[in-house]
């Protein structure tokens, strides 16, 4: 597991400082709230496939994946959810295309793959595709659809509030980043192998003022070859235009 980067600055002043220059900004939108909330569509693993346990492999059942010229797809159960933008991070894991002469590709001990990323305190466990997906060949994408809406709530999530405001105001450069890493899971005639990051890339959380969809993320593996592209989408530019900074 990659641990989840954690602010540990604590400033009582500061942090009361910004909860009412919170309630100010909550205050004056209180009448555009309806321009700020979404309906979003989730996307999860189908419901024949068991759900994913921490760093278990997924059998697939025949049929359930597909290996054609669009990649290989996972068939996914749909549902809908209003979401109030000024107090939520949206991130979709979509896909996964391998680059040319990636070492992975060569690799029998890689089999599997999943992605999982990073996002100040949240739970890993809470940030990782509940399933994983055999590994693409080159030019085959293999699609996740893994929607995630992480809670920024004035209360229950002040602190985490309270994080994202200083990083967006260049005072701290701790959790500063979202990092994606794919990771590769053994084969099922190896139990005995460990989960193994394959390549990571990085997202600057002082970008999303403006929200990005369907945006590339180059993964890179330890010797900064590049081993493939994620694609991820990350709508936040409600909730730091909120924040007042």
């Known amino acids: 597991d990659h641990d989840s980067e954690e602010d540990s600055e604590s400033d009582t002043t500061e942090g009361d400082d910004d909860d009412e220059d919170e309630d100010a900004s909550d205050d004056d939108d209180s009448e555009e709230t309806s321009d700020d ?12 496939i068991p759900p994913r ?41 979509s896909d996964f295309e391998a680059a040319e002469d990636a070492a992975f590709l060569e690799d029998d001990n ?31 994408k293999i699609t996740f659809n893994f929607s ?10 002040n602190a985490r509030r309270r994080a994202l405001a200083r990083i967006l105001r260049g005072e701290s450069e701790k959790g500063r980043m979202i990092t994606f890493y794919v990771v590769s899971e053994p084969p099922d005639s190896e139990p005995e192998l460990e989960c193994e990051e394959v390549g990571s890339g990085r997202l600057d959380l002082t970008v999303l003022d403006r ?35």
Do not use: C, W
């Not at 492999?57 to 359930?64: D, M, W």
């Not at 109030?84 to 979709?92: A, G, P, S, T």
């Not at 995630?148 to 999530?157: A, M, N, Q």
């Open 37 to 48: 909330s979404v309906s979003i569509t989730t996307e999860t693993n189908p419901s024949s």
């Open 148 to 157: 995630k809406v992480i809670p920024f709530r004035r209360g229950s999530e």
């Open 211 to 245: 929200d990005l969809t369907d945006h590339s993320v180059q993964i890179r593996d330890e010797r900064g070859d590049l081993v493939g592209t994620l694609t991820v989408t990350v709508k936040a530019s409600s909730l730091i235009k909120s924040l007042n900074v």
């Open 110 to 140: 890689v089999s599997r793959l999943y992605v999982e990323y990073s996002l100040l305190d949240v739970s890993q466990d809470e940030l990782e595709t509940p399933f994983s997906l055999p590994k693409p060949n080159f030019g085959e």
């Open 53 to 93: 346990q921490h760093k278990i492999k997924v059998a697939l059942e025949s049929g359930q994946d597909s290996h054609d010229s669009e990649g290989v797809v996972v068939e996914k159960s749909t549902g809908e959810q209003q979401v109030n933008m000024k107090e939520n991070i949206l991130v979709v894991v």
